[in-house]
């Protein structure tokens, strides 16, 4: 695992023949605005990688970028292929669902299997009739008479009857409510991951992946600011509830954030290096309860100033 | 992977392609034509109730015994000249749905769906160019063969209710069948004379913004002016009213086909055509 800090910031071995998608200096503007700023990326193989980031940050260009869907400048290679030269041959090797309402409105469940059955090669359509007869929806009816749960199921069918090695997944539970958004994640890793795909997510939802992950990506403002491993994550920050008479002692120790909550505050530290992290802890134990920050906490404190 | 594979899975995904387009644009292939097919029929009965019996007696008697013991082949002709209009309804349904086609792809969210699937820019534009040139014509066809045989058992019935015999039946089925292929080789012979038509249109629908048609229609005036300020021709004007009459769209017999479709301006439309096709996939590449 290799961590830079500033732009160059980039997960897993740098150029391994295992990275499912690597990008160097990846830039892409529209007219004045820059939604990518020179991004380099590294996403190895098997991983469920989450990217984080506040809206406009540039989380959908890179995603369109990895399917061929944005004309980005820079090196770019996504399991073997550069999207913008071969989109349809990556594409048979990958799948991208951009949010819950692409799906054709006026097409027949039954048509948009028949297209994808034509098209696609590597479509297993009883898989998808299989996944389809566990849920309610009615091949004949049109897409635009689904329920926006309904249609993410139809899309995850459709998504999990083609064998792929990469998944892009742009805020797939967008609008759904909480028990379409569990069951879409509980599907994808129970029926659909097997450790041989990559995984790439991002949302705004990012308590409801995290379980998920073992990967992470903080953008902001077509830069990448933050990434790690999930379990280097947990050894690298730590979270103290700090009662008021330790306040002053936690504050030297230079939190990278603070929350006030009832009665005290809650300090977030981030340790030098995975190595110093046990003495580290022991150090904030004598300040309060020690727990293990969740992403949305780090996320907070490495972005919490991007809208000022 | 063998060669009959590979044939296998090229023709399904053409036919992919193509449903997608016709269940896409229902309303505009088969219900438009379907319309004007009916209000055709409509017209046409209300035309004749304005006959007294005796007139509409000795029409039926024209119409079903006039052509008893004639060669099918030298009537044709006449009756595919009268359905010369129907090339006007398909060739305006065609760019219809060509200006629209690109251009709702990038406009709606189900862009990303279709994006997803391994299919190329290339192979999306062309299915696009294969549906305007062939689809439409032989749904269009179908649907005019549909109505006009109804029309045809119903004046049939009609005639034989008021005495009139049917002695020329067989001779005016041939020649109305010859006909209705006619008017569709000559549907498929305007698309093709339409390529450049075809090409500017998928251009701006590719790229526009907005209103594609009217951007291509504007597009076309714009360099029509240009070459008479800066070149003090017409040519551009010359060269479109000589390909917009439906009439010389008219295909008579299968020789007359093959001496449309091998002539210098037919071959040069077909590059032209291709060039401004070729030019639209690129937009649509970009078009992000």
């Not at chain 1, 300040?287 to 000022?308: I, W, Y």
């Not at chain 2, 299968?254 to 291709?274: E, K």
């Amino acid at each position: 695992m290799e961590e830079l800090t500033g732009d160059g910031l980039t997960l897993g071995d740098r150029g391994s023949p295992e990275s499912a998608i690597r990008a160097r200096q990846l830039r892409k503007s529209y007219g004045k605005f820059v939604a990518l700023d020179g991004i380099d990326l590294d996403i190895p193989k098997g991983a469920i990688c989450g990217l984080i980031g506040p809206n406009g940050a540039g989380k959908t260009t890179v995603l369109k970028s990895l399917v061929g869907l944005c004309d980005a400048g820079g090196d770019l290679a996504v399991i073997g292929h550069d999207p913008r030269l071969a989109r349809e041959a990556l594409m048979q090797d990958a799948c991208f669902i951009a949010d819950v309402g692409v799906l054709p409105k006026s097409l027949r469940v039954i048509d948009v299997l028949d297209y994808v059955d034509d098209v696609h090669p590597k479509f297993d359509r009883e898989k998808a009739l299989r996944f389809l007869s566990t849920t309610d929806i009615d091949l004949r009816k049109r897409v635009k008479a689904l329920s926006k749960g309904m249609v993410t199921q139809l899309h995850l069918a459709l998504v999990m009857a083609i064998d792929v090695e990469l998944l892009i997944l742009d805020e797939p539970t967008l609008g759904l409510d909480i028990i379409y958004r569990q069951e879409f994640y509980d599907r994808l890793l129970t029926q659909f991951y097997d450790g041989r795909q990559t995984i790439v997510i991002s949302t705004h939802q990012v308590e409801e992946i995290e379980s998920l992950l073992s990967h992470l990506i903080f953008i902001s403002r077509g830069k990448i600011v933050f990434s790690t491993e999930m379990e280097a994550l947990q050894r690298r920050f730590v979270e103290v509830a700090v009662t008021p008479e330790n306040f002053s002692l936690a504050d030297e120790l230079k939190p990278i954030h603070t929350r006030s909550t009832l009665g005290g505050k809650d300090y977030l530290f981030e340790t030098d290096d995975d190595e110093q992290a046990t003495p580290d802890r022991r150090q904030f134990e004598r300040l309060g309860r020690v727990s293990t920050p969740s992403v949305a906490d780090v996320f907070l404190a490495k972005l919490g100033g991007v809208h000022e | 992977m063998s060669d009959s594979s590979i044939v296998t899975l090229a023709a399904r995904r053409w036919r992919g392609l193509l449903m997608r387009e016709i269940r896409e644009n229902r309303s505009l292939m088969l219900y438009a034509p379907c319309l004007l097919v009916l209000v055709a029929i409509l017209l046409g009965l209300r035309l004749f109730t304005l006959f007294s019996l005796e007139r509409q007696t000795a029409a039926m008697d024209l119409l079903f015994n006039r052509f008893e013991g004639i060669n099918a082949l030298e009537l044709a002709p006449l009756l595919t000249s009268a359905g010369a209009l129907n090339l006007v309804f398909i060739v305006g349904i065609a760019l219809s749905y060509l200006a629209t086609s690109l251009y709702s792809d990038r406009r709606e969210l189900s862009y990303f769906f279709w994006q997803s699937m391994p299919i190329s820019d290339r192979a999306t534009v062309m299915s696009k160019v294969a549906t305007s040139v062939l689809v439409i014509p032989a749904i269009y066809l179908a649907i005019l063969t549909l109505g006009s045989m109804i029309l045809f058992i119903s004046a049939a019935v009609y005639s034989f209710s008021l005495g009139v015999e049917l002695n020329g039946l067989v001779e005016l089925v041939s020649t109305m069948s010859i006909a209705l292929g006619f008017i569709g080789l000559s549907a498929v012979t305007a698309m093709l004379w339409l390529l450049p038509a075809v090409g500017w249109i998928l251009l701006f629908s590719a790229y526009a913004t907005r209103v594609p048609l009217l951007w291509a229609i504007g597009g076309l005036v714009a360099l029509s002016l240009l070459e008479e300020v800066v070149l003090s021709s017409n040519t551009i004007d010359t060269w479109i009213a000589s390909r917009s009459s439906p009439w010389q769209y008219l295909v008579f017999s299968i020789d007359d086909l093959g001496a449309r479709l091998f002539s210098y301006d037919m071959l040069f439309g077909a590059l032209l055509g291709g060039i401004l096709i070729s030019g639209a996939i690129l937009m649509r590449r970009f078009a992000d």
